[in-house]
Protein backbone atom coordinates (compact mmCIF):
# COMPACT_ATOMS: atom_id res chain seq x y z
CA UNK A 1 0.00 0.00 0.00
CA UNK A 2 2.95 2.21 0.89
CA UNK A 3 4.58 1.66 -2.18
CA UNK A 4 1.42 2.28 -4.78
CA UNK A 5 1.48 5.53 -2.47
CA UNK A 6 4.56 6.55 -2.92
CA UNK A 7 4.25 5.61 -6.72
CA UNK A 8 1.33 8.33 -7.19
CA UNK A 9 2.48 10.99 -5.72
CA UNK A 10 4.28 12.14 -9.09
CA UNK A 11 1.60 11.31 -10.95
CA UNK A 12 -0.73 13.22 -8.83
CA UNK A 13 2.37 16.16 -9.01
CA UNK A 14 2.20 16.08 -12.92
CA UNK A 15 -1.39 16.55 -13.09
CA UNK A 16 -0.83 19.36 -10.89
CA UNK A 17 1.90 20.90 -12.71
CA UNK A 18 -0.17 20.45 -16.18
CA UNK A 19 -2.73 22.40 -14.56
CA UNK A 20 -0.92 25.23 -13.38
CA UNK A 21 1.24 25.34 -16.85
CA UNK A 22 -2.35 25.91 -18.42
CA UNK A 23 -2.87 28.61 -16.11
CA UNK A 24 -0.01 30.08 -17.22
CA UNK A 25 -0.01 29.82 -20.45
CA UNK A 26 -3.67 31.00 -20.79
CA UNK A 27 -2.49 34.42 -18.30
CA UNK A 28 -5.59 33.56 -16.05
CA UNK A 29 -7.17 30.53 -13.61
CA UNK A 30 -10.14 29.49 -15.61
CA UNK A 31 -11.48 28.47 -12.17
CA UNK A 32 -11.44 32.20 -10.90
CA UNK A 33 -14.30 34.18 -11.90
CA UNK A 34 -13.56 36.87 -9.62
CA UNK A 35 -14.31 40.46 -10.72
CA UNK A 36 -17.02 42.80 -11.81
CA UNK A 37 -18.73 42.08 -15.04
CA UNK A 38 -21.28 43.37 -17.48
CA UNK A 39 -23.51 41.77 -19.99
CA UNK A 40 -22.46 42.90 -23.95
CA UNK A 41 -26.33 42.93 -24.87
CA UNK A 42 -29.35 44.50 -23.47
CA UNK A 43 -31.61 41.59 -23.46
CA UNK A 44 -34.07 40.73 -20.63
CA UNK A 45 -34.81 37.66 -21.58
CA UNK A 46 -33.18 34.20 -22.39
CA UNK A 47 -32.44 35.21 -25.87
CA UNK A 48 -34.61 32.45 -27.75
CA UNK A 49 -37.72 31.54 -28.68
CA UNK A 50 -39.38 29.38 -25.78
CA UNK A 51 -40.88 25.92 -26.66
CA UNK A 52 -44.69 25.71 -26.57
CA UNK A 53 -46.20 25.96 -23.16
CA UNK A 54 -48.31 22.81 -21.37
CA UNK A 55 -51.62 23.59 -20.39
CA UNK A 56 -50.51 24.19 -17.01
CA UNK A 57 -47.93 26.84 -18.53
CA UNK A 58 -51.16 28.86 -20.41
CA UNK A 59 -52.71 28.89 -17.48
CA UNK A 60 -49.65 30.23 -15.46
CA UNK A 61 -49.28 32.84 -17.97
CA UNK A 62 -53.37 34.09 -17.66
CA UNK A 63 -53.65 37.89 -16.64
CA UNK A 64 -50.06 38.27 -17.49
CA UNK A 65 -49.05 41.69 -19.12
CA UNK A 66 -45.65 41.59 -20.90
CA UNK A 67 -43.21 44.54 -21.27
CA UNK A 68 -41.04 44.35 -24.90
CA UNK A 69 -38.52 47.10 -23.80
CA UNK A 70 -35.20 45.29 -24.26
CA UNK A 71 -35.94 42.25 -25.69
CA UNK A 72 -34.48 40.67 -28.87
CA UNK A 73 -36.62 41.72 -31.57
CA UNK A 74 -37.07 38.04 -32.64
CA UNK A 75 -38.20 37.17 -29.17
CA UNK A 76 -40.65 39.56 -29.56
CA UNK A 77 -42.16 38.82 -32.05
CA UNK A 78 -42.57 35.30 -31.53
CA UNK A 79 -44.50 36.54 -28.51
CA UNK A 80 -46.56 38.84 -30.50
CA UNK A 81 -47.30 35.89 -32.86
CA UNK A 82 -48.87 33.67 -29.71
CA UNK A 83 -52.48 33.86 -28.52
CA UNK A 84 -51.13 33.12 -25.35
CA UNK A 85 -48.54 35.98 -24.58
CA UNK A 86 -50.06 39.52 -23.86
CA UNK A 87 -47.64 42.35 -24.29
CA UNK A 88 -47.88 46.22 -23.46
CA UNK A 89 -49.17 47.13 -27.02
CA UNK A 90 -52.69 48.83 -28.26
CA UNK A 91 -52.33 51.41 -25.13
CA UNK A 92 -51.82 48.12 -22.25
CA UNK A 93 -49.39 48.66 -19.56
CA UNK A 94 -46.90 45.71 -18.40
CA UNK A 95 -48.05 44.31 -14.54
CA UNK A 96 -44.49 43.55 -14.37
CA UNK A 97 -43.96 42.52 -10.78
CA UNK A 98 -41.19 44.47 -10.21
CA UNK A 99 -42.95 47.90 -10.80
CA UNK A 100 -45.08 47.29 -7.78
CA UNK A 101 -41.86 46.91 -5.29
CA UNK A 102 -41.42 43.02 -5.69
CA UNK A 103 -38.01 41.67 -6.06
CA UNK A 104 -37.01 40.68 -10.00
CA UNK A 105 -36.25 36.83 -9.04
CA UNK A 106 -34.15 34.85 -10.76
CA UNK A 107 -33.06 34.45 -13.81
CA UNK A 108 -34.66 37.92 -14.44
CA UNK A 109 -31.60 39.40 -12.42
CA UNK A 110 -29.34 37.91 -14.09
CA UNK A 111 -30.57 39.27 -16.99
CA UNK A 112 -30.43 42.99 -15.64
CA UNK A 113 -28.47 45.88 -17.43
CA UNK A 114 -26.59 46.56 -13.94
CA UNK A 115 -23.21 44.59 -13.05
CA UNK A 116 -22.53 41.80 -11.16
CA UNK A 117 -19.51 40.57 -8.89
CA UNK A 118 -18.28 37.08 -8.37
CA UNK A 119 -16.60 36.47 -5.32
CA UNK A 120 -14.39 33.27 -4.88
CA UNK A 121 -14.63 31.18 -1.50
CA UNK A 122 -13.81 27.92 -0.31
CA UNK A 123 -17.45 26.24 -0.46
CA UNK A 124 -19.14 28.84 -2.32
CA UNK A 125 -19.53 31.04 -4.80
CA UNK A 126 -20.95 35.14 -4.15
CA UNK A 127 -22.62 36.70 -6.90
CA UNK A 128 -23.58 39.89 -5.97
CA UNK A 129 -25.70 42.23 -8.01
CA UNK A 130 -25.82 45.92 -8.52
CA UNK A 131 -29.39 45.84 -9.01
CA UNK A 132 -31.24 45.08 -5.83
CA UNK A 133 -28.17 45.16 -4.04
CA UNK A 134 -28.65 40.98 -3.89
CA UNK A 135 -25.88 38.49 -3.15
CA UNK A 136 -26.37 34.88 -4.32
CA UNK A 137 -25.43 31.75 -3.06
CA UNK A 138 -23.48 28.95 -5.29
CA UNK A 139 -22.87 26.14 -3.00
CA UNK A 140 -19.66 24.69 -4.49
CA UNK A 141 -19.01 22.33 -0.73
CA UNK A 142 -20.30 19.11 -2.15
CA UNK A 143 -24.39 19.38 -1.07
CA UNK A 144 -26.57 17.93 -3.15
CA UNK A 145 -29.21 20.45 -5.40
CA UNK A 146 -32.78 19.98 -2.73
CA UNK A 147 -35.17 17.51 -3.77
CA UNK A 148 -38.78 15.52 -3.11
CA UNK A 149 -39.70 16.25 0.19
CA UNK A 150 -36.53 18.36 1.07
CA UNK A 151 -37.63 20.64 -1.69
CA UNK A 152 -41.24 21.06 -0.74
CA UNK A 153 -39.97 21.75 3.20
CA UNK A 154 -37.88 24.45 2.15
CA UNK A 155 -40.55 25.62 -0.19
CA UNK A 156 -39.95 28.51 -2.88
CA UNK A 157 -37.49 31.62 -2.76
CA UNK A 158 -37.35 34.05 -5.20
CA UNK A 159 -33.95 33.12 -6.39
CA UNK A 160 -34.21 29.51 -5.67
CA UNK A 161 -31.41 27.27 -4.35
CA UNK A 162 -28.10 26.90 -6.17
CA UNK A 163 -25.28 24.60 -6.14
CA UNK A 164 -22.71 24.59 -8.05
CA UNK A 165 -19.62 22.47 -9.80
CA UNK A 166 -16.58 22.21 -11.78
CA UNK A 167 -16.94 20.14 -15.27
CA UNK A 168 -13.43 20.78 -16.41
CA UNK A 169 -13.03 24.34 -16.46
CA UNK A 170 -16.58 25.18 -16.76
CA UNK A 171 -18.93 25.97 -13.95
CA UNK A 172 -22.09 24.48 -13.65
CA UNK A 173 -24.84 25.97 -11.51
CA UNK A 174 -27.89 24.11 -10.91
CA UNK A 175 -31.12 26.10 -9.28
CA UNK A 176 -34.43 24.90 -7.67
CA UNK A 177 -37.18 25.90 -5.81
CA UNK A 178 -38.19 28.93 -7.48
CA UNK A 179 -41.19 31.25 -6.71
CA UNK A 180 -43.51 31.05 -9.30
CA UNK A 181 -44.81 34.86 -9.06
CA UNK A 182 -41.36 35.83 -10.54
CA UNK A 183 -41.79 36.10 -14.07
CA UNK A 184 -38.93 33.90 -16.29
CA UNK A 185 -38.05 37.23 -18.19
CA UNK A 186 -40.14 40.52 -19.56
CA UNK A 187 -42.32 39.18 -21.46
CA UNK A 188 -44.41 37.18 -18.67
CA UNK A 189 -43.26 33.67 -19.36
CA UNK A 190 -43.66 31.04 -16.53
CA UNK A 191 -42.02 29.04 -14.24
CA UNK A 192 -43.03 26.61 -12.20
CA UNK A 193 -41.76 25.63 -8.77
CA UNK A 194 -40.28 21.89 -9.53
CA UNK A 195 -38.13 23.79 -12.79
CA UNK A 196 -34.87 23.24 -12.85
CA UNK A 197 -32.29 26.28 -14.26
CA UNK A 198 -28.96 24.82 -15.03
CA UNK A 199 -26.53 27.41 -16.16
CA UNK A 200 -22.81 27.49 -17.69
CA UNK A 201 -20.03 29.86 -16.98
CA UNK A 202 -16.26 29.73 -18.68
CA UNK A 203 -13.71 31.95 -19.16
CA UNK A 204 -13.16 33.11 -22.85
CA UNK A 205 -10.02 34.82 -21.76
CA UNK A 206 -9.26 36.74 -18.67
CA UNK A 207 -12.20 39.63 -19.69
CA UNK A 208 -14.59 37.72 -21.05
CA UNK A 209 -17.07 35.03 -19.62
CA UNK A 210 -19.56 33.22 -21.55
CA UNK A 211 -22.56 32.29 -19.95
CA UNK A 212 -26.01 29.92 -21.00
CA UNK A 213 -28.87 28.89 -19.24
CA UNK A 214 -31.51 25.77 -19.87
CA UNK A 215 -34.48 26.40 -18.38
CA UNK A 216 -35.81 22.27 -17.60
CA UNK A 217 -39.82 22.56 -16.81
CA UNK A 218 -42.02 19.65 -18.23
CA UNK A 219 -45.00 20.90 -16.27
CA UNK A 220 -45.14 24.09 -17.96
CA UNK A 221 -42.66 24.05 -21.44
CA UNK A 222 -43.59 20.80 -23.57
CA UNK A 223 -39.70 20.88 -23.63
CA UNK A 224 -36.47 21.80 -22.14
CA UNK A 225 -36.09 25.75 -22.68
CA UNK A 226 -32.29 26.39 -24.14
CA UNK A 227 -31.16 30.45 -24.12
CA UNK A 228 -28.80 31.65 -26.19
CA UNK A 229 -24.72 32.50 -24.76
CA UNK A 230 -24.12 35.61 -23.26
CA UNK A 231 -20.95 37.26 -23.40
CA UNK A 232 -20.00 39.38 -19.95
CA UNK A 233 -16.84 41.56 -20.16
CA UNK A 234 -14.75 42.57 -17.11
CA UNK A 235 -15.46 46.01 -15.70
CA UNK A 236 -12.00 48.12 -14.94
CA UNK A 237 -12.18 49.88 -10.93
CA UNK A 238 -12.41 53.20 -13.07
CA UNK A 239 -15.65 52.35 -14.44
CA UNK A 240 -17.35 51.25 -10.61
CA UNK A 241 -15.95 54.76 -9.19
CA UNK A 242 -17.88 57.21 -8.67
CA UNK A 243 -16.66 60.72 -6.31
CA UNK A 244 -13.80 58.56 -5.05
CA UNK A 245 -15.62 55.52 -3.78
CA UNK A 246 -15.25 52.31 -5.23
CA UNK A 247 -17.09 49.22 -5.80
CA UNK A 248 -19.69 47.13 -6.69
CA UNK A 249 -22.23 49.27 -4.26
CA UNK A 250 -20.54 52.74 -5.16
CA UNK A 251 -23.20 53.62 -8.22
CA UNK A 252 -25.23 56.84 -8.36
CA UNK A 253 -28.74 54.68 -7.30
CA UNK A 254 -28.97 51.92 -5.21
CA UNK A 255 -31.57 50.04 -7.20
CA UNK A 256 -33.87 49.38 -4.07
CA UNK A 257 -37.53 49.82 -4.23
CA UNK A 258 -38.47 50.52 -0.54
CA UNK A 259 -42.16 51.31 0.43
CA UNK A 260 -41.38 53.94 2.50
CA UNK A 261 -39.88 55.64 -0.83
CA UNK A 262 -41.06 54.07 -3.24
CA UNK A 263 -43.47 57.39 -4.76
CA UNK A 264 -40.86 59.48 -4.44
CA UNK A 265 -37.67 57.17 -5.18
CA UNK A 266 -38.50 54.53 -7.58
CA UNK A 267 -41.25 55.34 -9.11
CA UNK A 268 -39.91 58.67 -10.95
CA UNK A 269 -36.12 57.13 -11.00
CA UNK A 270 -37.72 53.58 -12.35
CA UNK A 271 -41.08 52.72 -12.81
CA UNK A 272 -42.22 55.96 -14.68
CA UNK A 273 -39.53 56.23 -16.87
CA UNK A 274 -39.59 52.47 -17.78
CA UNK A 275 -43.93 52.70 -18.64
CA UNK A 276 -42.70 55.94 -20.88
CA UNK A 277 -40.23 54.29 -22.33
CA UNK A 278 -42.32 50.90 -22.90
CA UNK A 279 -45.01 53.29 -24.72
CA UNK A 280 -42.59 54.91 -27.34
Known amino acids: MRNRFLILIPALAAVVLLFWEGVAAQGFDPHDLSGIWTRTARDHSLGTKPPP??????????????????????????????????????????NAPWLECNPLGFPRLLNDDEPMEFIMTKDKILQVFQSEHRIRYLWTDGRELPSGQNLENLGPAWYGH??????????????????????????????????????????LDSNTLESQMTLFDPEY?????????????????????????SGLFAGITEGICAPVNEVEGYNKGFRDLGRAKSKQ
Do not use: C
Open 53 to 94: LTRAGIEAMKGRIGDTDDVLREVVDAARASSQVRLNDNGLET
Open 162 to 203: SVGKWDGNTLIVNTVGLDERAWLDNLGYPKSFHARIEETWKH
Open 221 to 245: YTAPYVGAKRTFKRLPDRAVTYFGW
